[in-house]
């Protein structure tokens, strides 16, 4: 039987798969207005529904946003860990929440291919917590961040308080 948890799980993955065939679409110079409005659309749905799961890009940079206890957050970035940049997290605080895992997913195939870097967070106590996450080379110091993304996550026992 299919949890909430796992069921949330599979809706990013597909939606992820979905992003890596819109992606290889495009490259192919083959670029339809409905597949790019389904991609949106999709983008939208962890969102809109339930309020499971949350995404944010590189565009939530700053922002403060709400969850509820036992919520997810997916923070999707563009990364190239074959250039030795990766998206760092700075130390949260494990109070509030927890580290899932990072995935990559590449744009295509290719050896050195750019893609998005997936860093899956889980809140399991009310509270407020700042969330930064730096692109650096871990093994360059003394050498300021590429990028930077931070948030601020307000993390309720329930969405309704």
Not at 37 to 50: E, H, R
Not at 89 to 104: A, W
């Amino acid at each position: 039987m299919m949890n909430r948890y796992n069921f949330d799980r599979f809706r990013l993955n597909v939606k992820l798969s979905l992003d890596k065939v819109a992606g290889y679409i495009i490259t192919k110079g083959i670029q339809t207005g409905a597949v790019i409005c389904f991609a949106l659309m999709l983008g939208n749905v962890d969102n809109t529904l339930a309020g499971q799961a949350m995404k944010l890009n590189e565009n939530d940079s700053g922002k403060t946003v709400e969850i509820g206890v036992g919520d997810e957050l997916h923070v999707i970035l563009p990364g190239n860990p074959t250039t030795g940049y990766a998206w760092e997290l700075i130390p949260l605080d494990l109070n509030v929440l927890s580290r899932v895992k990072t995935e990559f997913f590449a744009n295509n195939k290719m050896m050195g291919s750019g893609g998005v870097e997936v860093i899956t967070l889980h809140a399991f106590a009310a509270d407020k917590s700042e969330v930064k996450l730096i692109y650096h080379r871990s093994f360059e110091y003394n050498v300021a961040p590429l990028k930077t993304f931070e948030v601020t996550v307000i993390i309720k026992k329930s969405l309704t308080e």
